[in-house]
């Protein structure tokens, strides 16, 4: 979202600037030519080397507004003590928003003190700032989703055209690939030529191990691959006729949304805005989280009625462009931005 919000400022013909912190990644290729880049090499949360360099470079740019997400409130407070004139705007993309109980406030409550507006993509997450949180305005705005001018073609997806299922995920344990392995391998046992192409970055860490050997211990090798983080996304689901997310906690997901972009069929669990933005059996199938055997019905309904599953597409696609486009977000953004 960063990514997509800073290109679609820079296309609307505001000065944009992205910064990122910890570690460069795929998504670096996706940004405009138009959006000016910073890389702070950050070592840890109090790396004052890094925190010179930021403020040096907001300063430079005349930089008034720091539109920070998820955990980069902490170095958005730590300019804001060098430079108390800078505007934080905080972007809470927060992925356990079924389990807010859970969620640590500390420091955030004391920080938000800070913050001028919040920006929050679901109603769960929005309703917890306004009773936790300390900023002068609250804000909702759902995600929105854009591909962008460029269309790399890089990843050639595995198996037969027109039978493919994706699902763009990270490898973290909310995404819940392993119910959505239990659901594709009785899937598979019905329809042996459909594939399953996971999508996403991989932390190599015991939950991925988890997932690559459910995959071989059930014999999944040849009909299950994993990518890892890849930049040429729009390509990929060009590839695909699914798309799926079996999560068992969201705020609002952009995949889901880039499905729409795509003409994807959808099979997404109801899970944080997913039933907000999928209407079952109009533009999608919305089933409950953690249950594979649900999950597993609605793919093979979309394998075998596949006048259905393009028609689900086609209206997934109407409504993602009539509700989560960049002109509709961008205007209401930049009102944010504005105070109005």
Not at 79 to 108: A, C, F, M, T
Not at 142 to 151: D, I, K, L, Q, V
Not at 199 to 211: A, C
Request: include cysteine.
């Amino acid at each position: 979202m960063a990514v997509n919000i800073a290109n679609a400022l820079a296309n609307n013909g505001l000065e944009s600037h992205i910064c990122a912190t910890r570690q460069e990644g795929s998504l670096k290729a996706k940004l405009s030519l138009e959006v000016k880049y910073l890389f702070l090499n950050k070592k840890n949360a109090l790396d004052l080397k890094a925190l010179k360099k930021l403020v040096q470079y907001i300063k430079s740019n005349e930089i008034t507004i720091i539109h920070a997400h998820a955990t980069s409130y902490f170095t958005a407070f730590l300019v804001k003590l060098r430079l108390p004139k800078v505007r934080i705007v905080w972007h809470d993309h927060y992925g356990y928003s079924e389990n807010l109980k859970q969620r640590k406030k500390i420091p955030l409550t004391f920080v938000s003190i800070t913050f001028e507006t919040v920006i929050s993509v679901n109603n769960n997450l929005y309703h917890w700032a306004q009773h936790h949180l300390k900023a002068k305005h609250f804000r909702y705005l759902p995600n929105f989703a854009a591909f962008g001018s460029a269309n790399p073609k890089e990843t050639k997806l595995q198996g037969a055209n027109e039978k493919r299922i994706v699902c763009l995920a990270n490898l973290r344990s909310q995404k819940d690939h392993l119910n959505l392995l239990k659901a594709f391998e009785i899937v598979h046992k019905k329809h042996k030529d459909w594939t399953l192409h996971l999508v996403g970055m991989d932390f190599n860490d015991v939950y991925s191990e988890e997932i690559k050997s459910f995959r071989l211990a059930h014999h999944l090798d040849a009909c299950v691959f994993l990518y890892g983080s890849c930049s040429d996304t729009q390509y990929i689901l060009v590839q695909a006729s699914i798309g799926v997310l079996g999560s068992k906690s969201e705020g609002l997901p952009v995949a889901l949304l880039e499905y729409g972009l795509a003409k994807l069929a959808v099979v997404v669990t109801d899970v944080g805005e997913c039933g907000t933005v999928v209407n079952n059996m109009e533009n999608g199938l919305v089933v409950p989280p953690v249950n594979e055997e649900v999950l597993a019905e609605a793919l093979v309904f979309l394998i075998e009625n596949e006048i259905q599953r393009k028609e689900f597409g086609e209206n997934l696609y109407v409504k993602v462009g009539l509700n989560y486009s960049e002109n509709t977000y961008i205007t209401q953004l930049i009102a944010i931005y504005n105070l109005e």
